[in-house]
T-cell receptor, first 109, second 119 residues
Framework: GQNIDQPTEMTATEGAIVQINCTYQ??????LFWYQQHAGEAPTFLSY??LDGLEEKGRFSSFLSRSKGYSYLLLKELQMKDSASYLC??????????WGAGTKLIIKP | GAVVSQHPSRVICKSGTSVKIECRSL??????MFWYRQFPKQSLMLMAT?????????EQGVEKDKFLINHASLTLSTLTVTSAHPEDSSFYIC???????????????FGNGTRLTVT
């Protein structure tokens, strides 16, 4: 079957760094997306990885290891507005996104 | 970037009535749009794939006669929840992929969602 494993909730301090891990199993693989979803809002696109390695985009970076079925999202210089759920969504062989429940990130002052 | 507009953002209706939700791609053409439903603290659940000019493809367990999808133009898809019941109360979100700017693996862009409450 297809599944995604992320921590349910994480807490971090404003100004710090946090890494959100994701392991996945899919039928085929066409890349992996990370989305941010604030409470009561729709997801917004953060990053896309299709090759192994690290993709950096400002304060956010995303890493992928296809052989391990593993990705992480790294958030630096955390701000209060980063409090949200972070969704790891791999894309299967049919180009369908597979969604987990995401990781709720709580930022404390 | 690609913008998807969804309307209304919130709707409260009585049990037994129907509700229509609109999803528009504002600056690109979307031959395919996706309708999701999300219950609190749960993952996005794909309900159906809306195809311009043809019938929608529904996911297993989603009643096509209850959730009517119409994709009459390249920029508009509608979802109608018919004979709504309290258990249909949820957050409905549409999305689309801008194929003009990328391939099948280009990111999904989401509308702002519709919070449906059935009383």
């Amino acid at each position: 079957g297809q599944n995604i494993d992320q921590p349910t909730e994480m807490t971090a301090t404003e100004g710090a760094i946090v890494q959100i891990n994701c392991t996945y199993q899919t039928s085929g693989f066409n890349g992996l997306f990370w989305y941010q979803q604030h409470a009561g809002e729709a997801p917004t696109f953060l990053s896309y990885n299709v090759l192994d390695g690290l993709e950096e985009k400002g304060r956010f970076s995303s890493f992928l290891s296809r052989s391990k079925g593993y990705s992480y999202l790294l958030l630096k210089e955390l701000q209060m507005k980063d409090s949200a759920s972070y969704l790891c969504a791999p894309m299967d062989s049919n180009y369908q996104l597979i969604w987990g429940a995401g990781t709720k990130l709580i930022i404390k002052p | 970037g690609a913008v998807v507009s969804q309307h209304p953002s919130r709707v409260i209706c009585k049990s037994g009535t129907s509700v229509k939700i609109e999803c528009r791609s504002l600056d690109f053409q979307a031959t395919t749009m996706f309708w999701y439903r999300q219950f609190p603290k749960q993952s996005l659940m794909l309900m159906a794939t809306s195809n311009e000019g043809s019938k929608a493809t529904y996911e297993q367990g989603v009643e096509k006669d209850k959730f009517l999808i119409n994709h009459a133009s390249l920029t508009l898809s509608t979802l109608t929840v018919t004979s709504a019941h309290p258990e249909d109360s949820s957050f409905y979100i549409c999305s689309a992929r801008d194929y003009d700017r990328g391939a099948d693996n280009s990111p999904l862009h989401f509308g702002n969602g519709t919070r449906l409450t059935v009383t």
